[in-house]
């Protein structure tokens, strides 16, 4: 049986927005790696700091939280999209992306959505589909003129 850090998921706060910006681009560097060239990575791996502070600061987002390091972070907008979740690649496979959507969907349960959706990436869309969101459509996007697949998907709640 595998054991699972403490996960303590918590409202993000100001003071958490490097620790946020080194989980997101730790994980699009080393885990969806995997799934992507280094031309998307980079392209992809690009933060504006004060937009993230603004960001994070108008939308409701957590952190997991596991030995005093941000292990993962999700954020939710009003209308029930799942912009971003990312788990630090020392925590991937460990519990922490499903202790994050887990809160949020107590959140939107709480708000009364009906629906969640996220455009979720290559890396990410197993994971959504195993926690029950269904894929609507697959379309190709572009990021800084690298072209990247994009699924999306939706959960009933």
Same mark, same amino acid.
């Given at each position: !049986?595998?054991?699972?850090?403490?996960?303590?998921?918590?409202?993000?706060?100001?003071?958490?927005?490097?620790?946020?910006?080194?989980?997101?681009?730790? *994980?699009?560097?080393?885990?969806? &790696?995997?799934?992507?060239?280094?031309?998307?990575?980079? &392209?992809?791996?690009?933060?504006?700091?004060?937009?993230? *502070?603004?960001?994070? !600061?108008?939308?409701?987002?957590?952190?997991?939280? &596991?030995?005093? $390091?941000?292990?993962?972070?999700?954020?939710?907008?009003?209308?029930?999209?799942?912009?971003?979740?990312?788990?630090?690649?020392?925590?991937?496979? $460990?519990?922490?992306?499903?202790?994050?959507?887990?809160?949020?969907?107590?959140?939107?349960?709480?708000?009364?959505?009906?629906?969640?959706?996220?455009? *979720?990436?290559?890396?990410?869309?197993?994971?959504?589909?195993?926690?029950?969101?269904?894929?609507?459509?697959?379309?190709?996007?572009?990021?800084?003129?690298?072209?990247?697949?994009?699924?999306?998907?939706?959960?009933?709640?």
């Amino acid at each position: !049986m595998r054991e699972f850090p403490l996960i303590e998921v918590r409202p993000y706060q100001a003071s958490d927005l490097d620790g946020v910006i080194d989980v997101f681009l730790r *994980a699009v560097r080393e885990i969806a &790696s995997d799934d992507y060239n280094s031309k998307q990575i980079e &392209s992809w791996a690009q933060v504006d700091r004060e937009e993230w *502070a603004i960001a994070r !600061m108008n939308r409701p987002t957590w952190v997991a939280m &596991s030995d005093d $390091k941000i292990a993962g972070f999700i954020d939710l907008h009003t209308n029930g999209l799942i912009d971003m979740l990312f788990v630090n690649p020392d925590f991937a496979r $460990k519990g922490v992306a499903t202790s994050l959507l887990a809160r949020v969907e107590a959140e939107a349960g709480e708000a009364r959505l009906r629906v969640l959706h996220t455009y *979720a990436s290559i890396t990410a869309h197993s994971f959504f589909e195993k926690c029950g969101f269904t894929t609507l459509l697959t379309r190709n996007v572009s990021v800084r003129d690298q072209k990247f697949i994009q699924c999306v998907m939706e959960k009933m709640l």
